[in-house]
């Protein structure tokens, strides 16, 4: 997925997104013990997502604290 979609998704869907792709991540893994993985460019492409919605997650996270510190202060 693109950054500029995954930013426009709200916090509970990027976490939603991110378990599918962890599950579908662990299933690649079940099927190369297993010696048939068809697609082994997934595996890739798999972790920079999970890292990609991991990241976003943690601006918006940030974000919010500062705008909280922001109404204290």
Do not use: W
């Not at 662990?26 to 999970?50: A, C, S, T």
Request: proline share 1%.
């Amino acid at each position: 997925m693109k950054v500029k979609e995954l930013r426009g998704l709200g916090e509970e869907e990027l976490t939603q997104k991110q378990k599918g792709l962890k599950k579908e991540l662990f299933d690649l893994y079940h099927q190369r013990k297993m010696g048939r993985v068809e697609k082994p460019h997934r595996f890739q492409q798999l972790r920079k997502n999970i890292a990609r919605m991991m990241t976003i997650v943690r601006e918006k996270d940030l974000e919010k604290k500062e705008i909280v510190a922001q109404k204290i202060a």
